[in-house]
């Protein structure tokens, strides 16, 4: 692989990393998260309102009343921690990836991707768990930009893991040549 052509594609990796962790940082830490966020709706990790005709407002329910609307406390703190779990490794992702690159260490590069694989699993659980909880009170059209940013996050941590895997093997092809190590 040319030296440019491989500069260009750690720098879209980085690029990539960077777009996942405001993603995930956008959806979980600006809109706390919450999946929608309407007048009469307002569903999150930590937010759970529902619309109370009889006082025609919105009314936040904690857990004795969650659990007897079939919302289990340990799915939802696993759900917590599988969502924000994955914005923590995130945040490792380019320190292993320029660590890998400037030393040429196959070995960090790997540690790059084994984060990049547990918090995309992370990712994916923690909001299918929560999803499989709330989507009696969802449909497609409430779900909000918190929504589409995770997911958007899970799609862009799949791509990352492609290339990210598919990287170092193009450029141990060049190991042997010092030019294209620079």
Not at 62 to 74: I, W
Not at 155 to 160: D, M, P, R, T, V
Request: charged residues 10%; proline residues 5%; glycine residues 8%.
């Amino acid at each position: 692989m040319p030296k440019r052509g491989a500069q260009l594609l750690f720098i879209g990796i980085l690029t990539m990393t960077a777009a996942v962790i405001f993603l995930l940082f956008y959806s979980l830490l600006w809109k706390t998260g919450n999946l929608t966020d309407l007048p009469h709706l307002r569903l999150g990790f930590y937010n759970f309102c529902l619309w109370d005709k009889p006082t025609a407002s919105l009314r936040c329910l904690r857990f004795p009343e969650l659990e007897d609307l079939g919302v289990s406390q340990v799915g939802l703190a696993l759900a917590r921690a599988g969502v924000y779990g994955a914005l923590v490794l995130m945040l490792f992702v380019p320190l292993a990836l320029l660590l890998a690159w400037c030393n040429k260490n196959e070995g960090e590069w790997q540690l790059a991707v084994g984060f990049l694989a547990v918090a995309s699993t992370l990712l994916a659980s923690g909001l299918g768990l929560f999803l499989a909880y709330v989507w009696k009170w969802l449909s497609p059209p409430v779900l909000g930009s918190g929504f589409l940013a995770l997911s958007t996050a899970q799609a862009f941590l799949l791509l990352l893991l492609m290339a990210t895997t598919v990287f170092p093997q193009k450029a141990l092809k060049d190991k042997g040549n010092p030019e294209s190590w620079a």
